[in-house]
């Protein structure tokens, strides 16, 4: 894949993922405010009502107050204010028929005490209407017109919309400037706000007040704070205005607003993570495989040119031997045959070690282990590395500080451990190599550290230098030759044997190995 298609392709998936992510948060925040104004307009259907309600119970109180003021026990003054006659003919029948509607006013005297004004009493006037049907005969036997009718039908009914109109607005008037508190309890406010809600299916806690104008009253409940409350007008006049405002918050409405979403909340958040989590690793899949085909190919690269010096050598050796002159000097001839041979050393362990890696993936690698000295294990590997640094004026020093040094593991694949990890000092250093190999215990364990003064790496390098196939990238230069395998090698072995092993290195100032390693009793 191409660097400008794999970047193409990053771009067009995150900006997919950032377009969902918007979808989400912008459908979440509309339902959000859904819910908040389905919300609202239940709240204020359920204060119409209260309002409404609270005007009645008022209306109602001193209605029934009076009631006992306008029975019929009580004296009443009884007067026609308007009479209506209406006479038929019935000449088929012989008889006269006569309508007669009448408006009577009863008048009451109420004290004066019962709604706290001046006067020692007031009036009350109460209207009724009567209807009478009279039906007369006109024809008789003796031919004398009798006088009382023959039918009569007579029919009593109270103008109750017009009395209830009368008295609302004459209740209204009076008592628009008396108290609020007098007229209504913060256990009535309470419980018709309460009724009200939970007909509208809010079953939350609300705090309320009945403010004047901008000034609080004595009807409120005892949290409540004015910040964003719901309100409306209470105790409308005539006119249908009021100073009165009933004013309702919901201290715990965002909770209650998310909660109704929650489980939408909660599927988005989810769904939208897997999508982030399969997004990422889709992004470091596609990294890492573009990484594996660089390193791949600079595996290639160096495995070329360090099987073409060793072929090379080889075919110049073999060149060698041929020409006449050369064959005779058997000398000559086995110098050129100790070069083929170590050339042909040099590719097979090349070849060993990337079959070793192949084994040790595939778990094909059968390493039996038996009881060891590591110590043993260490001198043995440093004798194999003990002439080339001697050759390059350095040296190897063993601190074997250990007390204990028992471990299980299995001789051949561990000697190749210490002695790739010494290797490695050694072709790592420009400079004659000073390698120190330290052990000590620790708990249960031995800890071995093999630190060299040699080239060092950055800390990226150390995070990834047990990885197969890595190498620092030094473009072109191949001055120290690899495949970024024995490392690799090591790490897989290490772990194998229940250990543990990490780098510390700066960039100039060498590397220190920690091989971490159980002991056995």
């Keep these: 894949m191409g660097k400008k298609l794999f970047v193409l392709l990053i771009v067009l998936m995150s900006l997919s993922l950032i377009g969902i992510i918007f979808v989400q948060s912008f459908f979440i925040n509309n339902s959000i405010e859904n819910e908040n104004k389905n919300f609202t307009l239940s709240v204020k259907r359920s204060l119409?009502?209260?309002?409404?309600?609270?005007a009645e119970y008022e209306f109602r109180d001193y209605f029934e107050r009076l009631q006992p003021y306008l029975n019929n026990d009580n004296k009443a003054d009884t007067s026609i204010i308007k009479q209506l006659f209406i006479t038929d003919e019935d000449d088929i029948n012989d008889k006269t028929i006569i309508h007669r509607n009448t408006v009577l006013e009863e008048r009451f005297r109420v004290p004066s005490m019962f709604i706290e004004i001046d006067a020692d009493s007031f009036n009350i006037s109460k209207l009724y209407s009567e209807r009478v049907t009279e039906t007369y005969n006109t024809t008789t036997i003796d031919g004398v017109r009798r006088i009382d009718p023959e039918k009569r039908l007579r029919e009593y009914s109270s103008l109750g919309a017009l009395d209830k109109q009368m008295y609302e607005d004459t209740f209204k008037s009076f008592l628009k400037d008396k108290p609020v508190y007098k007229r209504i309890s913060e256990q009535q406010v309470e419980t018709l706000l309460k009724r009200e809600l939970e007909d509208e299916g809010i079953n939350l806690d609300f705090e309320f007040a009945i403010y004047d104008d901008d000034l609080a009253t004595k009807v409120q409940s005892n949290n409540f704070e004015y910040e964003d409350p719901y309100g409306i007008p209470v105790f409308l006049d005539n006119n249908n205005e009021s100073s009165y405002k009933l004013l309702v918050e919901f201290p715990d409405r965002k909770k209650y607003l998310l909660s109704s979403i929650l489980w939408m909340i909660v599927l988005s958040i989810i769904f939208t993570s897997i999508i982030i989590i399969a997004y990422t690793s889709a992004i470091y899949q596609l990294i890492k495989q573009r990484q594996i085909s660089q390193i791949k190919t600079d595996f290639i690269n160096n495995m070329t040119h360090e099987f073409k010096t060793p072929i090379a050598t080889?075919?110049?050796?073999?060149?060698?031997?041929?020409?006449?002159?050369?064959?005779?000097?058997?000398?000559?001839?086995?110098?050129?045959?100790?070069?083929?041979?170590?050339?042909?050393?040099?590719?097979?362990?090349?070849?060993?070690?990337?079959?070793?890696?192949?084994?040790?993936?595939?778990?094909?690698?059968n390493i039996s282990k038996e009881r060891h000295e590591l110590h043993d294990l260490i001198e043995d590997a440093i004798t194999h590395v003990e002439l080339i640094v001697e050759d390059r004026q350095g040296y190897v020093k063993a601190h074997l500080d250990a007390e204990h040094s028992s471990v299980l593991a299995n001789e051949t694949h561990f000697t190749n451990v210490i002695v790739n990890i010494l290797d490695n000092a050694i072709k790592y250093s420009d400079d004659a190599p000073k390698i120190d190999v330290y052990t000590e215990n620790v708990g249960n364990n031995i800890i071995?550290?093999?630190?060299?003064?040699?080239?060092?790496?950055?800390?990226?390098?150390?995070?990834?230098?047990?990885?197969?196939?890595?190498?620092?990238?030094?473009?072109?230069?191949?001055?120290?030759?690899?495949?970024?395998?024995?490392?690799?090698?090591?790490?897989?072995?290490?772990?194998?044997?229940?250990?543990?092993?990490?780098?510390e290195s700066e960039k100039g100032k060498g590397s220190t190995f920690i091989v971490k390693m159980p002991l056995i009793s």
Excluded: C, W
């Design 48 to 54: 119409s009502y209260v309002s409404k309600s609270i």
């Design 314 to 365: 080889i075919n110049l050796a073999l060149d060698s031997i041929r020409n006449p002159k050369i064959i005779s000097d058997q000398e000559k001839v086995l110098r050129y045959l100790g070069m083929i041979k170590e050339e042909n050393k040099r590719m097979h362990a090349q070849v060993e070690n990337v079959l070793r890696i192949s084994k040790l993936d595939k778990n094909e690698l």
């Design 448 to 503: 071995l550290k093999i630190a060299d003064q040699g080239n060092g790496m950055s800390k990226a390098v150390a995070k990834r230098v047990f990885e197969k196939f890595y190498r620092e990238h030094t473009g072109n230069v191949h001055n120290v030759k690899g495949h970024g395998l024995g490392l690799a090698y090591v790490k897989r072995i290490v772990d194998d044997h229940h250990g543990h092993i990490s780098v």
